[in-house]
Every structure is written in C-alpha cells, then in structure tokens.
C-alpha cells in the first residue's frame, strides 16, 4: 500500500523486508504468498468500502443546492499479463488479444466523494454495468453518464425515481418532437441552424415507447466541419468492417452534439447542461493523473489474488489522500477565493511524503505535525494555474450556478 515502487517491480521479498521494518514482523516469501488469498482481498474490500462510505462534511455544495448528488459515471480499461486471460479477458476472447482489466467508478461532483470503485471484466459492457447501479438511484440524484451507459429502459427508471439524467443522445435513438409529434428530420434542422446561424437548438421530445417512454430536453449543437468528418471517416470504417453502410440520416445525425437531459431550464439554460457535460472529462483526467504518478496500471505477472490485493491497496491509500486533497482544496477555496487546488500536482508531493502519512496512520506522528511539515510549506505550490483560454472546472461550476 505505502510501497514507493511501482507494482510491477515490487517483489515478495522486498514486501518482507517492509514488514519486519515497519512492523517487526517476520515472515518468509513463502508464507507471505500464502497470506494472499480470498480472505485477504474479502479484508481489503471490505476497508475500500469502507473509505468510499467515509465522507467529509466540508460544506462545499451550496451551488448545487438543486440536486442531491451530482454523480459522474465512467470506467478505465487498462492491459494485463497473459496469465490473467481467464478472469480478464480481452475483447479477442481467450484464445487471442491481450488480458484487459476494466475499473468502474462513480464520482459525486457536489460532494467530491467517490460512490464507487470496482475491478470488472472488460468484456462486461458499461450498459449492463448501470442496470446493477438502478438500485442506489435516489431522488434528486443528478446522473451523469456517456452515452455508452445508457439505455431507454435505464432513463425511464431514474425519471421514476424523480432523479435527474443528463447525456449526449447515441446516434442511433429516433427523438419525436412534441411540438409536431415528428421525428427531428437532421438534415432540415441543419440547414435551418446554419441559416440562422443558430448557436444551439432547444426543444422538448419523447423518447422510446410504451412503458419506458419518457419526455425530456434535447439540445443539439453543430459540430464543426473538420469534426464531422473525422466522425463520418471513423464510422464508415467500422461500419465497413461488419458489412454495412452508413444512412444518408445517421450522416446528418452526426452533424450534432446531442444531448438531453430531464433538468429544468430553470436550474440549467442549455448551454450550462453543455458545460456541466464536459466536467465529464475532469473526471477521467483524474484516473490519467493516477496512471501517470502511481502507475495503477503498471503490474506483473502474480496469482490473482496478490494483483487484486495491490491494486486494492493502492486504491485505499488513493482514497486516504483524496480527503487530505478535499480538506486542502478547501482551506484553499475558504481563503483565497477564485483558487484551488491542483490534483496533479497534490498527487505529484502525496506520492514522495507517502513514508510520512503512513506514521500518521500508525499512530507515530501526529496529523498536525505531519501538516506542519509536508503540507503548510508548499500549499501556495498546489494551487490550479489558469490557462489562457481554458476554464477551469470549479470556475465553471461557479458560472453556471452563481450567474
């Protein structure tokens, strides 16, 4: 958990030698290797549970004051050893491509906790991964999810729930128009846009049919040209290689950023529930920030479960750090409004000082000392620099609910 190698260099020995260090305890490789096994990784689960349900009051949400939780959903696949092709298997299936490992998080914006972290096979899709999150839905739940989440069923559920959904629309769904209880024609609707020079096109539709029909916003932004033929090239080439061409109305469909969303436009104009989608993005920059400093995704070749004991572990001490972030960025925010504190660079000092807060945790040095030392120094250091151009994602935040 505290090791400062990275998992793929991390031997059994040098796991020993941490023991009797740290702990004074002696223990062969042989016995150690033993130590992982089901009971063990049920151990750490239940502890990684357990900093997922531990969260800090730290009163930051007031901006979001519409919505009970404002929960982020994706996942991060990365590549494993051969050996592991049976419980992680590649999308070539057993018998070819490479052992993939896929994790599914959930991210609560408002509250900055994580719902969920959780090791799945890659060749699980993310649409039956949210059928298994219907339960933990609750009302005024804000949800937002990639297009490749949902479903019609999946968004009828939450619109039952009296929670709230916002997604970019998949191509393929056929939106009918209340006003003229027709489907949106893309091709008229493009011409009209690029007449008017139209910024955005709002209006209400429904979606699917029978029981699992739901009424929303939809808003369709044009993409640039350079972007809509990428996105034509990149969808004839797989369309290709199942043997089918691409619709004259999928073409024009693809003119469009689509997105709907079940919020009022009196908690959210359109292009707020533009801008809110993107902080999407931040989230997944986070996980990139994890792989690239803690190398999360760099692993070697053992039994199963000493891979799952690792990565869990290492996802308990990111946990642990994440509130030391929350409470910095905080203090950070309370003191000097307009600031915060950048993940990257947090992380970046989390990972070198990771021998000190392990003492804290031991109980061999106090938290304010640790502070003292490590954190109170350089917290100038920490802070997001603003990029010419580029908002920030709190700023955004701040924009759309405090206009």
């Known amino acids: 958990m505290f090791s400062g190698f990275n998992h793929n260099q991390l031997s059994l020995q040098e796991c020993c030698n941490d023991l009797a260090q740290q702990h004074g305890k002696s223990l062969s490789k042989v016995a150690l290797h033993k130590r992982f096994n089901s009971r063990s990784q049920d151990f750490l689960k239940s502890v990684?549970?357990?900093?997922?349900?531990?969260?800090?009051?730290?009163?930051?949400?007031?901006?979001?004051?519409?919505?009970?939780?404002?929960?982020?959903?994706?996942?991060?696949?990365?590549?494993?050893?051969?050996?592991?092709?049976?419980?992680?298997?590649?999308?070539?299936?057993?018998?070819?491509?490479?052992?993939?490992?896929?994790?599914?998080?959930?991210?609560?914006?408002?509250?900055?906790?994580?719902?969920?972290?959780?090791?799945?096979?890659?060749?699980?899709?993310?649409?039956?991964?949210?059928?298994?999150?219907?339960?933990?839905?609750?009302?005024?739940?804000?949800?937002?999810?990639?297009?490749?989440?949902?479903?019609?069923?999946?968004?009828?559920?939450?619109?039952?729930?009296?929670?709230?959904?916002?997604?970019?629309?998949?191509?393929?769904?056929?939106?009918?128009?209340?006003?003229?209880?027709?489907?949106?024609?893309?091709?008229?609707?493009?011409?009209?846009?690029?007449?008017?020079?139209?910024?955005?096109?709002?209006?209400?539709?429904?979606?699917?049919?029978?029981?699992?029909?739901?009424?929303?916003?939809?808003?369709?932004?044009?993409?640039?040209?350079?972007?809509?033929?990428?996105?034509?090239?990149?969808a004839q080439k797989q369309a290709k290689s199942y043997g089918f061409a691409l619709s004259d109305d999928y073409k024009e469909r693809c003119r469009f950023s689509v997105f709907i969303t079940n919020v009022g436009a009196e908690k959210l104009k359109a292009i707020d529930v533009v801008q809110l989608y993107r902080l999407r993005w931040q989230i997944e920059l986070v996980f990139k920030t994890w792989k690239s400093l803690l190398g999360i995704h760099q692993v070697k070749a053992v039994k199963k479960e000493r891979l799952e004991c690792q990565l869990i572990a290492r996802f308990i001490w990111i946990l642990i750090n994440w509130k030391i972030f929350q409470c910095i960025d905080s203090f950070i925010k309370s003191n000097s409004p307009g600031y915060a504190c950048s993940i990257w660079k947090f992380f970046k000092q989390a990972r070198q000082y990771s021998y000190a807060l392990r003492k804290v945790l031991a109980g061999n040095m106090n938290l304010s000392d640790w502070c003292e030392l490590f954190v109170y120094p350089i917290i100038k250091n920490l802070l997001v620099e603003h990029k010419k151009g580029k908002k920030p994602a709190y700023a955004i935040v701040h924009d759309i609910f405090n206009p």
């Open 48 to 234: 990684l549970a357990a900093q997922i349900a531990s969260k800090l009051n730290l009163d930051q949400a007031n901006c979001w004051q519409s919505f009970g939780r404002v929960l982020i959903a994706d996942s991060s696949k990365f590549s494993l050893p051969e050996q592991y092709m049976e419980d992680y298997p590649g999308f070539g299936g057993c018998r070819g491509g490479s052992a993939l490992m896929n994790i599914q998080y959930a991210f609560d914006l408002k509250h900055g906790d994580w719902e969920n972290l959780e090791f799945t096979k890659a060749t699980q899709n993310d649409q039956s991964h949210s059928k298994k999150t219907l339960q933990h839905i609750c009302k005024g739940d804000l949800l937002i999810r990639d297009q490749g989440y949902i479903t019609q069923q999946y968004l009828s559920k939450v619109v039952q729930e009296h929670a709230f959904f916002l997604n970019r629309m998949p191509p393929k769904w056929k939106p009918v128009e209340i006003n003229t209880n027709k489907v949106i024609d893309w091709a008229a609707l493009y011409l009209q846009m690029e007449r008017g020079k139209d910024s955005h096109f709002e209006t209400m539709v429904t979606i699917g049919a029978g029981k699992d029909a739901f009424c929303c916003r939809l808003i369709a932004i044009v993409i640039p040209e350079q972007i809509w033929t990428e996105r034509i090239r990149k």
